[in-house]
């Protein structure tokens, strides 16, 4: 399946998100005047500490939620809700028990009301991109975990969006199976030419995935500072031991750990002085 001639980008500009404090307290400030932007095609990775609003931050690109203030757009177009224009795919697989792979698949052309021979036929491109294809007629019990996560994926790839956004995707799956679709993903990503941002706790996942990595700050959450990520896929046989991917792991785990210091101290100031954490 061929690149999408075509992409759009998405941009970030000043965005806060508070949430309404409990029992008329003050609110949570999730997200303070974040600006981002991901250029069309672009693979993007975002990491920080947790609660920093890293998930916040997706729900408000996919339209399930809106800013307090600030602006999100596709495009030239301002983002107000959900939309095919966008696929998201989060940890948990969220697949339908009773359809099998392909019908799962299937699904969102059926929103969009792709006849039957259209939609079946574009299923199976996409069960041939994930490397699903003699699994097709397997519900999601008969599947592995990765396998259901790569049928996830297929769906939303499906309807062709310009955008996919990934919430820790491959959190739950064993190490070997998540460096297996890590690969599978830079693969998807250089055919369809689909702009991603993807979410990760996981140094080693956004240096291996993403063309930059955006480091989120403690809570309340905004951008800290964006690593260009020059590696060579394609002529290395264990990248994750170069030198190189070595230095771009210590340097951002050098900026995530200042920032999980912060959020600790400001959780318990009294632990952090007893333990020595300064």
Not at 60 to 67: C, E, F, N, R, V
Not at 82 to 111: K, S
Request: hydrophobic share 40%; with cysteine; aromatic share 8%.
């Amino acid at each position: 399946m061929a690149a999408k001639s075509t992409h759009f980008g998405i941009t970030v500009r000043n965005v806060t998100k508070a949430f309404p404090g409990r029992d008329n307290g003050p609110d949570f400030l999730a997200l303070d005047d974040v600006s981002l932007d991901i250029g069309p095609g672009e693979f993007l990775a975002l990491v920080g500490p947790s609660g920093c609003g890293k998930s916040t931050l997706l729900d408000l690109i996919a339209g399930l939620s809106t800013p307090t203030s600030g602006e999100l757009l596709l495009g030239d177009t301002a983002i107000t809700g959900p939309g095919l224009d966008r696929g998201v795919v989060f940890q948990q697989y969220a697949l339908f028990p009773w359809r099998t792979a392909q019908a799962n698949i299937e699904f969102g052309l059926e929103i969009k009301g792709v006849d039957r021979r259209a939609r079946a036929e574009r299923a199976r491109e996409v069960l041939e991109l994930v490397g699903l294809t003699p699994f097709a007629k397997h519900y999601p019990h008969e599947l592995s975990g990765g396998m259901r996560q790569r049928v996830a994926i297929a769906r939303s790839l499906a309807y062709e969006p310009e955008v996919l956004l990934m919430d820790e995707p491959y959190a739950a799956l064993d190490a070997q199976t998540r460096e297996a679709l890590q690969s599978d993903l830079r693969d998807i990503w250089e055919r369809t030419g689909t702009t991603i941002l993807f979410i990760t706790h996981g140094i080693d996942e956004a240096v291996f995935l993403g063309q930059r990595v955006a480091v989120m700050t403690s809570q309340p959450g905004r951008i800290k500072t964006i690593i260009p990520i020059e590696l060579d896929h394609r002529d290395v046989d264990d990248l994750r031991s170069t030198p190189e991917f070595v230095a771009y792991r210590r340097q951002i785990w050098g900026l995530l750990h200042e920032e999980v210091r912060k959020a600790f101290q400001a959780h318990d100031p009294a632990l952090a002085a007893a333990t020595g954490v300064a």
